[in-house]
């Protein structure tokens, strides 16, 4: 069993003995027995916490995650590009279906890799991209409810800003990609003079 498991069993044991203990006595709590429950779900927490950071932290899932999130990232781009360039013969009404077929699974796999960006680029890099993340994402799902509403106008308008948008988040993931590299292979230059 990993430190994870015995932190989940820790804590649901914790909770389950801190109902029971509640529940004992309409009126009054036995603190004597409440606290070291409450104590030991607090350590499970803990530990939960702590395993969970490390997983996040090790090195082959931050590679696999930096990759997801880069092949999302330009997935979607191209993608908003292929629909921006064929956008006339795009029936309003399928625009909604298109937006579903092409973005949704790389849409939803960058949102489960995102917090990876913190551990590599730090939080101002993490930030700076899922600005421009989120406001494209924003207009990805305004241009669903255009189409949804039958507004040609609107879904064109918004697949625009929408590339924009990943146009941007893409350019500024590659460069700090890029400088994160640098920096890497810097360390390990200065690590074989030493």
Request: charged content about 25%.
């Amino acid at each position: 069993m990993n430190q994870k498991s015995i932190a989940l069993v820790l804590i649901m044991l914790a909770f389950l003995g801190g109902s029971f203990v509640s529940v004992l006595d309409p009126v009054e709590v036995n603190w004597m027995w409440l606290a070291p429950i409450l104590l030991a779900g607090s350590v499970g927490l803990y530990l939960f916490r702590r395993a969970s950071h490390s997983e996040a932290r090790a090195d082959h899932r931050l590679t696999g995650d930096m990759d997801t999130l880069e092949s999302s990232l330009a997935n979607i781009a191209r993608n908003l590009d292929t629909l921006c360039e064929d956008k006339e013969n795009l029936p309003v009404y399928e625009a909604r279906f298109e937006i579903d077929r092409r973005f949704r699974e790389d849409l939803n796999r960058f949102a489960e890799a995102r917090e990876t960006m913190i551990h590599v680029f730090g939080m101002q890099g993490y930030a700076n991209v899922m600005s421009a993340f989120a406001a494209g994402e924003r207009y990805i799902n305004r241009v669903w409810s255009a189409s949804t509403d039958g507004y040609l106008e609107e879904v064109n308008r918004y697949l625009e800003k929408a590339r924009n948008q990943f146009i941007d988040a893409n350019g500024l993931f590659r460069q700090l990609r890029s400088q994160e590299s640098a920096a890497d292979e810097d360390a390990g230059a200065r690590a074989q003079n030493v």
